[in-house]
């Protein structure tokens, strides 16, 4: 548990209730948010059947042809459209993150994968750069960040990370996310808190889940 601060995780029991959540049907609308469409699987294997055909009277590709066929009459476009997390939830990492810019629909939240973070340096943090966004920089190390932060067009699955400079927090990251803004937790230091689940440590998408889910995992 991250402790010792206004705002503390029970990392564990924060896993199992998300863990938990993902096995739910209630869940659902998180995997389809991961995923293509079904009719996209089906699309690739309607035109993969004629190109396999092709192939497989030709004399150089008709191994290839062979495997084509036998992968669009067993349907794996369509299943590769579902993400592995489906079968394997506990892949999903959950991530409880702080509100930086909000609103319409999308939003820049500020987390970290670190084990025991200090998510009352992080939430200083957070409004810090809130302020340089909307106030502008008031000194020349804040300019860099202040045009990181002006590049603030939502781009899916984009992650920028920051020093570990920055109120001497490891591995601080900027998610930009698709954001219900008030389905969120204020803290007592003025920040929000959302919650989340991302794929993979480095690079993947990360989804909003309802703050129901997690709450009393975080105490303030």
Known sequence: MSSSGKINVNESLL????????????????????????????????????????????????????KNLVNALTLKHVQQCRCKERKNPELFMPLIAHGVITGNGVGLVLGTFEKSANHDALAELALRLSGIYRNGPTSKNEEEIHLILRDDAYRPSRRRKLPNSYNGIKSPVLFDVMLNATDGKPTPLSSVLYAFVAQNEDKGDTEQIPWSVVDGAVRM
């Open 15 to 66: 896993a199992s209730k998300v863990l938990a959540f993902l096995r739910s049907p209630s869940a659902e609308v998180i995997y389809r948010k991961f995923e293509l469409p079904p009719w996209f699987g089906y699309l690739a294997t309607f035109v993969m059947i004629p190109v396999s055909m092709v192939k497989i009277v030709s004399i150089v590709w008709t191994l290839a042809g062979v």
